[in-house]
């Protein structure tokens, strides 16, 4: 039973996978539409940075989780390299839960 | 050109194990759950191997745990349903060959397609899908082993502020995309429309639901009927032009400042841009430009970027 449904849950998630990227030939997309689809995926993309950042579960994240990511966009907007920006994050949500911030 | 392209790939290489990094630590402390919720210890390898999404995991065995595997495929493939527009997106870098769209499809996550379209040349693109691909495959599943073999010794990732760095890598990545003004009022639309339904909708519905963020794209179209820029430009192809004028609408410019300050700022850099959001009609002409001059909003924003910039 356990290796059935991770075998359909990774089958599943492989078809979802595979079958974006098969699609993609069969559909004759206008110009406008291709100029679309990056941006459906940008949009996807902040969505889930956004909602991974405010939210937990269904509740709001708490302050350190927010506050680590803003100062990770923060630097991101002032050019940053990738590296800092991404342990600025950690390191100001690591330390604002050390310090008792939820 | 040589040198040049040989100190970028190692900017991305750097990239590469920072975000490398990160996964060995989230994939450890996945290994580590798995154990602690009792399962066999094959079962977070053949996760990370088969299934190979972290967010999908973690939630996966959870419910495995409490005794309910239907809701576990259901809940984890309603997470991953994202990766279908996903691979309409990274079809073409991916490539025609079968083989690579067989293997490759099975490396696609959210890392993998951040930053592959920040990325404005479609060969660095395609080094950049199967570099970051191959990295992420391979530290989440060392990191698994790891968790596996520490236990609870791993300790909490949100400890680390591990919770914090995905989020902060993710709008790193898709910064470059969102200096493209409809791209940032879409993505910033949809963000918001995810984050509201986040409370009352269950996981992976909110995130798709943001794909309504594209719909302020249409918005400005019936109020640029108005402008004069507008007829200017119905010459030119209406359709094509849709999309940029977005700038002359007021709501998706509030949307921006609501959601994220940093993200509206971020679109002060090319300073052109920006500006022109003030004045409806200018704004329309003046984002016509860069906007129309490639099909991908990240190749639009090529020509602004940077070279020196330490991260691309």
Known sequence: MLIATIIVLGVGTYTLRLSGVLLRDRLVLSEPVQRLLPMAATTLLAALAMTAALMD?????????????????????????????????AATAALLRLAGVP | MRTRKRTVDRALLRDAAAIAAAMIAVGASFGAITIAYGLPTWVPFAMSTVVFAGGAQFLAVGLIAAGNPVAAVIAGLLLNA?????????????????????????????EVVAFTLREPDPARRRRTYWL????LFTSWNAGTALGVLLGGAT?????????????????????????DRPTRAAALAGAAVAVLATPVLPAGLPVLCALLGLAVL???RLRAASTPAADDRAAAGDRTAAGDRV??????GDQ????SAAGDRAAAVPAVGDRAAAVPAVGDSVSAGPAAAGPAPSAAAGPDRCPSEASC
Do not use: Q
Request: aromatic share 8%; no cysteine.
């Open chain 1, 57 to 89: 579960g269904a509740a709001f994240a708490g302050a350190a989780r927010p506050a680590g990511v803003a100062v990770g966009a923060l630097l991101a907007w002032r050019r940053a390299p990738f590296v800092l920006v991404v342990v600025a994050a």
């Open chain 2, 82 to 110: 994202r990766h279908l527009p996903f691979g309409l997106a990274v079809s073409t870098t991916i490539g025609d060959r079968w083989r690579d769209r067989l293997l490759g499809s099975h490396l696609m996550t959210d």
């Open chain 2, 132 to 135: 970051i691909g191959v990295t």
């Open chain 2, 155 to 179: 300790g909490d990732p949100a400890a680390f502020g591990l919770d914090a760095a995905f989020p902060a890598g993710l709008i790193a990545l898709i910064l470059p995309s969102l200096r």
């Open chain 2, 218 to 220: 249409f918005i400005p």
């Open chain 2, 247 to 252: 700038s002359g609408m007021p709501a998706a």
């Open chain 2, 256 to 259: 921006v400042s609501a959601v």
